[in-house]
């Protein structure tokens, strides 16, 4: 009997426990939704300039920021191979493959570097002449939210079909822009009746190299190039490369808090088509001298970190 009671004393104390539990779950979510509610959700701001929006964010950021951080990485795809003579190897296409697997499978990868940053530091480097930048196209993203529409009793609302009626609108204060230093030039629209055309679509119009180069920074330093292939060394040997910035999708990609009218985070992507001479050594020494081209890019993310304040 004693068992009994004391089995059916830890029985009602775990239900009372649940149902405390269950008030606590309900009454969160209810204190989640009337916050929400209150919060003001401002309008997309008309000027997305840099110099308008992305400066003043970026200045209240790093005066306000707890912790600034900063990643390097360099990525490399789309590997094509041109041989120099034209009895090379028909495999010559596959140490494209091989020559990007082994750029990528160095570890640390070659680029790539992380460290925390000051407040001055991170003003140098965020900035990227943000009065003077000329993305050729900025586009803006909001977080959407679609609701239920409900009358004025509460009851779900339904159209002429019976289907749920629903309205899509921003559910909060962060704004992501694109600053792309690109474009693409816009499709006609697709005619059924029309035959596939050959013709070549026309090309992405892209910023020009100084404009890359003056938001992006300098080019790194050629000797420190050939140094990050180092671990190479026994498969190729870079004579000589270029780089250019046609057909490339480099953009500055920011996240602002309207709210609080300063920077969340933004990453510098700088794309690039490059064209390296090289000479296969050891397993690659078959190939002789041969031309590679790839896609590198180049992505530098910044965190900005904030002391979190009680409403």
Same mark, same amino acid.
């Given at each position: 009997?004693?068992?009994?009671?004391?089995?059916?004393?830890?029985?009602? $104390?775990?239900?009372?426990?649940?149902?405390?539990?269950?008030?606590?779950?309900?009454?969160?979510?209810?204190?989640?939704?009337?916050?929400?509610?209150?919060?003001?959700?401002?309008?997309?701001?008309?000027?997305?300039?840099?110099?308008?929006?992305?400066?003043?964010?970026?200045?209240?950021?790093?005066?306000?920021?707890?912790?600034?951080?900063?990643?390097?990485?360099?990525?490399?795809?789309?590997?094509?191979?041109?041989?120099?003579?034209?009895?090379?190897?028909?495999?010559?296409?596959?140490?494209?493959?091989?020559?990007?697997?082994?750029?990528?499978?160095?570890?640390?990868?070659?680029?790539?570097?992380?460290?925390?940053?000051?407040?001055?530091?991170?003003?140098?480097?965020?900035?990227?002449?943000?009065?003077?930048?000329?993305?050729?196209?900025?586009?803006?993203?909001?977080?959407?939210?679609?609701?239920?529409?409900?009358?004025?009793?509460?009851?779900?609302?339904?159209?002429?079909?019976?289907?749920?009626?629903?309205?899509?609108?921003?559910?909060?204060?962060?704004?992501?822009?694109?600053?792309?230093?690109?474009?693409?030039?816009?499709?006609?629209?697709?005619?059924?009746?029309?035959?596939?055309?050959?013709?070549?679509?026309?090309?992405?119009?892209?910023?020009?190299?100084?404009?890359?180069?003056?938001?992006?920074?300098?080019?790194?330093?050629?000797?420190?190039?050939?140094?990050?292939?180092?671990?190479?060394?026994?498969?190729?040997?870079?004579?000589?490369?270029?780089?250019?910035?046609?057909?490339?999708? $480099?953009?500055?990609?920011?996240?602002?808090?309207?709210?609080?009218?300063?920077?969340?985070?933004?990453?510098?992507?700088?794309?690039?088509?490059?064209?390296?001479?090289?000479?296969?050594?050891?397993?690659?020494?078959?190939?002789?001298?041969?031309?590679?081209?790839?896609?590198?890019?180049?992505?530098?993310?910044?965190?900005?970190?904030?002391?979190?304040?009680?409403?």
């Amino acid at each position: 009997m004693k068992t009994l009671k004391t089995c059916v004393s830890v029985l009602l $104390s775990a239900a009372a426990l649940c149902g405390l539990g269950g008030c606590r779950i309900m009454a969160d979510v209810r204190e989640n939704a009337e916050r929400l509610a209150r919060i003001e959700i401002l309008d997309t701001p008309a000027d997305l300039s840099p110099g308008a929006l992305y400066a003043a964010a970026l200045e209240n950021g790093v005066n306000t920021a707890a912790k600034i951080e900063e990643s390097v990485s360099l990525s490399v795809s789309d590997p094509a191979v041109t041989p120099a003579k034209e009895d090379a190897p028909a495999l010559l296409g596959e140490a494209a493959k091989q020559l990007a697997s082994l750029i990528m499978g160095q570890d640390p990868k070659p680029g790539a570097s992380s460290r925390e940053l000051t407040a001055e530091e991170a003003r140098g480097c965020l900035l990227f002449a943000a009065v003077n930048a000329k993305p050729l196209d900025t586009v803006p993203e909001r977080d959407m939210l679609v609701e239920n529409v409900t009358d004025e009793h509460g009851n779900q609302r339904q159209d002429e079909e019976g289907n749920a009626v629903t309205e899509t609108r921003v559910s909060d204060n962060l704004l992501r822009i694109s600053y792309r230093f690109y474009i693409d030039p816009e499709q006609p629209e697709a005619d059924e009746n029309a035959q596939e055309s050959d013709e070549a679509k026309p090309p992405r119009e892209c910023a020009d190299r100084e404009e890359i180069l003056r938001v992006f920074g300098p080019e790194r330093d050629p000797e420190a190039v050939y140094a990050g292939f180092e671990a190479l060394k026994d498969y190729l040997q870079i004579r000589d490369y270029t780089l250019e910035y046609t057909d490339t999708d $480099s953009s500055v990609n920011a996240e602002i808090d309207l709210a609080e009218n300063r920077l969340n985070s933004a990453s510098f992507h700088r794309d690039m088509l490059v064209t390296a001479e090289v000479t296969g050594l050891g397993a690659l020494a078959a190939y002789g001298d041969f031309t590679v081209t790839f896609r590198l890019s180049e992505d530098t993310n910044y965190t900005l970190h904030y002391e979190e304040t009680a409403e």
